[in-house]
């Protein structure tokens, strides 16, 4: 069984388009975050979510919102698509603030 | 914020041979100090975590030491085996209240040599 799902694993858009990333937690986990992941790599935190109240909202550009319809589910939508959100988009989960579990990430290429 | 420094960048070992990374962290608050592997083209999983309450944790050929006055914690895989090539993340947050999220270096490129 997937703990931590994401759909979809690769999505390829052009600039200006939105787009949304979905990610399900089987874990009964009451915290899930969003992480990105640049080219070179580095790990960054963009939002965190505990019992569907919004936690962590780091420097992020208004055009990413995270809705949380449930404690099981966190969707991260991008408005108005720009070449440097191309990256690998990692969602977490974890109870309260123990150990983080990661999804599969998400690619996402905008050319 | 938390800022966490992560040495070397790059670490190449002999098969059979012992690893070291280094970190650091700026907030004297941290508590919390997992260690994440991540192969090419996976998600990060976690490989051992230690906590502001203990200095030294061991898991089989993976242990961390954590010196809380210096800041600074380190990870250490012994009889490194091809299987232990991959990216090396350490990272910080403070647990506790609240769901902080991590706060990562910028990664270990650990190469192990047959």
């Known amino acids: 069984d997937t703990a931590v799902s994401q759909t979809p694993k690769y999505l390829v858009t052009q600039m200006g388009n939105d787009k949304s990333i979905k990610c399900e937690q089987n874990l009964g986990h009451d915290t899930m975050y969003w992480y990105k992941q640049d080219s070179k790599k580095f790990l960054k935190i963009m939002f965190s979510y505990n019992n569907k109240e919004l936690i962590i909202n780091e420097t992020v550009p208004n055009r990413f919102s995270p809705k949380s319809p449930d404690k099981a589910h966190l969707n991260l939508h991008i408005n108005s698509l720009e070449l440097g959100d191309s990256a690998v988009y990692f969602c977490a989960s974890s109870q309260g603030a123990a150990t983080q579990y990661f999804g599969p990430g998400t690619r996402l290429t905008v050319l | 914020g938390e800022n966490v420094e992560q040495h070397p960048s790059t670490l190449s070992v002999q098969e059979g041979d012992s690893a070291v990374i280094k970190c650091t962290y700026s907030?004297?608050?941290?508590?919390?100090f997992p260690w994440y592997k991540q192969e090419l083209g996976k998600r990060p999983q976690l490989i051992i975590d230690?906590?502001?309450?203990?200095g030294e944790k061991k898991d089989q050929r993976i242990a961390v030491t954590l010196n809380k006055t210096a800041k600074h914690f380190s990870l250490h895989i012994t009889e490194t085996q091809p299987e232990d090539s991959a990216v090396y993340f350490c990272?910080?947050?403070?647990?506790?209240?609240?769901?902080?999220?991590?706060?990562f270096g910028k990664g270990t490129h650990l190469i192990i040599q047959p």
């Open positions: 230690i906590r502001s309450n203990v």
């Open positions: 990272a910080a947050s403070k647990m506790g209240g609240g769901a902080d999220g991590l706060t």
């Open positions: 907030d004297s608050a941290s508590n919390y």
